[in-house]
């Protein structure tokens, strides 16, 4: 029988209550929301807190998606359905819908947060790659105030983040950009399982349709979600063809650093992960010349 440890139950309703209280106790309580990775772990013992504190009433002031010129911020308690009904993130950035059409089940995207996903740092988990494609900062919250830190130093290694002992994740922010778009896909072993490999990427074109930047995330190959700069700087000013998509994927598969387990050897999931980067790579240009043609003079058609 899977029983975690003794814990006391608390609850806060503002950010500025959850930081007081995270102060106090310091180390030995954590932050709970949909809490469908924190329990399972609890659990089998292998994470034990003395205090829960439970946040779920932060949803008011945390759970939004507000577009703005150039920006889109999404508060850390907005919820995965939120994320994939949001037309303002579908319009931006098509990476999200992807995403969140394949992350578990009904109950978890009903339940699970954005900032739940981030702060719990599983290698495999499919919206850090998400938030690591689209070049994303994090705005974490603490006595002194709020501080931003990117994606690649919020994600310090396997469920290790930048947020401290009294912190909290408050808010996420994403770049907007003209001419891009992106996409997302995943290899798992039934549905709703954690991946065998993921990988998300996002594109922009300059006015002559070359590559004006470039990023790919991947999940599920090595210990924690990773970024792969290298492909940016071989796509960059060049024209999209099957060629560049299977440099990149050379690149990525390279790049990783996957292990053998029961989802499958180190050398299938490089294949996975070239496989992959190439077809995200491939979606996100297709979406951008869809885009593209399907507005003329400013007017969609």
Not at 256 to 282: F, Q
Request: proline fraction near 5%; glycine fraction near 10%; charge should be negative.
């Amino acid at each position: 029988m899977q029983v975690p440890a003794p814990f006391e139950y608390r609850r806060v309703s503002t950010v500025d209550e959850a930081v007081a209280l995270l102060y106090r106790l310091g180390d030995t309580a954590r932050l709970v929301a949909g809490g469908h990775s924190l329990l399972p772990m609890m659990k089998l013992r292998l994470a034990n807190f003395e205090y829960l504190i439970d946040i779920n009433e932060l949803h008011d002031e945390l759970g939004y998606v507000r577009a703005e010129p150039g920006l889109i911020r999404i508060g850390a308690m907005t919820r995965h359905r939120e994320l994939r009904e949001s037309a303002e993130l579908a319009a931006a950035f098509p990476v999200f819908g992807d995403a969140e059409r394949v992350i578990a089940d009904p109950l978890v995207r009903n339940r699970g947060t954005l900032g739940g996903s981030l702060c719990q740092a599983d290698p495999s988990e499919d919206l850090s790659a998400v938030c690591t494609t689209l070049d994303a900062s994090c705005v974490i919250h603490g006595m002194d105030g709020e501080r931003v830190v990117s994606m690649e130093d919020f994600h310090r290694g396997p469920y290790e983040t930048a947020v401290g002992d009294a912190e909290i994740l408050t808010e996420v922010r994403f770049p907007v950009r003209p001419r891009g778009s992106s996409a997302y896909e995943t290899v798992e072993r039934r549905a709703g399982d954690w991946a065998v490999v993921s990988a998300g990427a996002a594109v922009w074109l300059d006015e002559a349709g070359l590559i004006a930047d470039a990023r790919v995330g991947l999940a599920a190959v090595g210990p924690h979600t990773a970024g792969i700069p290298g492909i940016a700087e071989a796509l960059r000013g060049q024209r999209p063809a099957e060629e560049l998509w299977a440099r990149a994927g050379d690149i990525a598969a390279e790049a990783c650093d996957p292990v053998t387990d029961r989802r499958g050897s180190a050398a299938y999931k490089r294949h996975l992960a070239r496989e992959l980067t190439m077809r995200v790579l491939r979606r996100s240009v297709a979406r951008i010349d869809a885009h593209i043609g399907g507005h003329i003079d400013g007017q969609e058609v």
